[in-house]
């Protein structure tokens, strides 16, 4: 009996997002805000294919499916990247010191 490769793909997946799922809630608040940056990083190299693959191609065609998979890719990698640098300043500023009002 042989195994669909989606249905084994798909499988990956899923057991892909339980893991990264636990990964993430296990991190400590103080490693937070390092792994945020290196998650950062980490888009803006994706946002650099991204540019090029939705940038590749002939110019008479624009829209086949890989300048329209780039395009996608490059908004929902600025969309990580801003939501990153939002947590990052928020989770900074939990670590700064509260002013006493006298």
Not at 20 to 37: A, E, K, N, Q
Not at 61 to 70: D, E, L, P
């Amino acid at each position: 009996m042989e195994i669909d490769p989606f249905i084994f793909r798909l499988s990956i997946f899923i057991l892909s997002i339980f893991i990264g799922y636990y990964v993430v809630w296990s991190v400590t608040p103080s490693l937070h805000t390092p792994l945020m940056s290196v998650t950062n990083a980490i888009s803006s190299v994706i946002i650099v294919g991204a540019i090029i693959a939705g940038l590749s191609g002939d110019i008479k065609n624009i829209f086949n499916t890989s300048n329209i998979f780039g395009f996608f890719a490059i908004f929902l990698a600025a969309i990580n990247i801003f939501g990153g640098f939002l947590v990052t300043q928020r989770m900074l500023q939990m670590y700064k010191k509260k002013k006493k009002n006298k």
